[in-house]
Structure formats: C-alpha cells, structure tokens
C-alpha cells in the first residue's frame, strides 16, 4: 500500500517485510537540502529506497548525492572519468565488474561507505536483479548468548576480492547505527577475512555460519530493475548482492558517501589470538601484519 510523506509530495509504498520502499513523486534532480533530511529520514526507516522513472544526468546525481555527505571515488577501481567521485560500470554476460557476494560497500576501509546512491542506466531484460539484507534484523534474531558472544568480537577486513589485499581494517563484528542506535551485524563473505580473538579454524567457522544466516530470504528483499531508477542504501546496515544470472548488457552509474568510523555495540575485552611460532601460525600472518602497523 502507498502511503502520502507528511513532509513531501509523494507515495511511499514497503516492498517487503524486512527491508526497501518505492518511492514516487519526487525528481532527485530537484531536492533541495530540507528535502535530502527528510529522504534521510526515509532512508533510516526503510535501509533501501527506490526512486522509479528518475534518468538522471551525471552532474545531477554528484549534485545530489553531496546533500548527504562527502563523495569520494572507488580506491579499489582504476577508472578513467573525468569525474573521480562519479563512476559507471559495464558488464556483459553476467561477466566484469559484478558484486555477485553479500557485502557492505567498502568495509575493507578504515571508514567505510555510508550509503551508495546507484542509477540503473541500462539492465537486461532477464535477471541482474539486486537483493539487500537487513542487518538489524540478522543480529536480533540471532540468539541472546549468540548476540552477546558477536559484541564482543572484531574483524579483519580486506580487498583481496580487488587485487589488494594489502588495504585492511579492523571494524565491530557488531556496530552501532550513529542515527538510529541499533545494533548490526557487520561482517560479510566479501570483504571479511578473520575473527581477531578467534583462532583460524574458530573464525572460519563462525563467519561460515553467519555469512550463511545473512543469507537468508527472510531478511532480505530482492529489487527487479528498469532503466532510470535510481536506489539508495545505507551500508552501515544493510548488505547487498547481485544475480550473476542475467544475459547481455548491464550498466550503473554510482556515487559513494564516504567517511564512517564503525561505532562498536560493546567493548571487547579480549585480545586478538595469534598462535606461537608454528605451521599454524601461518594462517595468522596477515592479521599480525597489520597488527604491527598499527
């Protein structure tokens, strides 16, 4: 059901129930600051928000997406534009640059994105359909000594998947949301590489577990894209993955509000677990690499 914004002229209809709304009445080319707040606002009830029938033009979305922060460019992408904080990706065949793996844009980084703002430019008629995971909702129902035991925990992140397992982070395996106060499960199969209070064996474990619970259809909601829609997600408590199932040409347009430091829901009060010289400590070696950095 469409339901009338008390503060905008337009319909905003829930397309599941765990996540997402369509939202029409509204040219993203126009909003002024006030509006952005409010489609913030929006954004922080519903994770996902899909604007039909909108064909924006690059500038306009750069425009656009500044009303909500700071915009940088993609560091794991080599990408000639003349617009840095502006990029478009093509893929064929279900071939190239495709997220087909649940992840939180850029967790890899010391701060991560906040919210991505996407235009679908042109998609096949079959397939290449987006889904997004709630994360609130991944960590509440999880069980009470299961959340209590993840609170307690960090992670290891790094863009190996890019070619760059070199750019690491430490992020909360649970953080809290810095508007809304909830807490989230923040680990993914992308970009996540290690528990780091866990032994090897212990981290592979728990991250095969809940990659696999995150994964499931209940929390998520699953988007069918026309051309000209554009949608925009907060990563600090959702993930997302695409359908590698699509044939023929898929392309999007995309800006990325950067500059969130991962907040933890709790303070661990464990140190990480790097085994004693041995030929198990092998599988500790990049983490006390970075460790060292630090």
């Known amino acids: ?17 765990s ?18 707040q409010s489609i913030q606002g929006l954004l922080n009830e519903h994770q ?37 904080e502006f990029f478009e990706l093509r893929s064929e065949g279900g071939a190239g ?42 960590f509440e129902e999880l069980s009470p000594p299961m959340q209590a035991f993840c609170e307690g925990l960090s992670a290891l992140h790094d863009a190996h998947p890019h070619g760059r397992p070199d750019r690491m982070a430490i992020h909360p395996v649970v953080r809290t949301h810095p508007e809304t106060g909830r807490k989230s499960l923040f680990v993914n199969e992308h970009f996540t590489r290690r528990i ?7 981290s592979e474990a728990l991250l095969r577990f809940l990659t696999g619970w995150i994964s499931q259809s209940r ?5 069918r894209w026309n051309a000209g829609t554009i949608a925009i997600w907060d990563n600090r408590c959702t993930q997302h993955c695409v359908l590698n199932d699509f044939e023929g040409e898929r392309v999007i347009q995309r800006v990325t ?26 599988h500790d070696r990049q983490l006390q690499g970075f460790l060292n950095k630090e």
């Open 1 to 17: 059901m469409a339901l009338a914004h008390p503060d905008l002229p337009l319909k905003v209809s829930r397309i599941s129930g």
């Open 48 to 84: 996902v928000l899909f604007f039909p029938d909108q064909n924006m033009e690059p500038d306009e979305h750069i425009t656009f997406g500044r009303h909500f922060g700071e915009l940088e460019c993609h560091p794991n992408l080599s990408l000639d534009t003349e617009r840095p």
């Open 219 to 223: 929390f998520n909601v699953r988007y």
């Open 257 to 282: 509000v950067m500059g969130d430091t991962p907040e933890a829901a709790s303070a661990s009060s464990w140190s990480p677990h790097i085994k004693p010289f041995s030929a198990l400590s092998r």
């Open 196 to 202: 780091v209070e866990l032994s090897h064996d212990e």
């Open 97 to 138: 640059a495709i997220a087909d793996e649940w992840h939180s844009d850029l967790s890899c980084e010391a701060q991560p994105s906040v919210m991505a703002i996407l235009q679908m430019v042109k998609c096949p008629e079959v397939g290449g359909d987006t889904l997004w995971a709630n994360m609130y909702k991944v």
């Open 19 to 36: 996540l997402g709304a369509e939202i029409r009445g509204i040219r993203l080319s126009q909003v002024t600051l006030d509006q952005a």
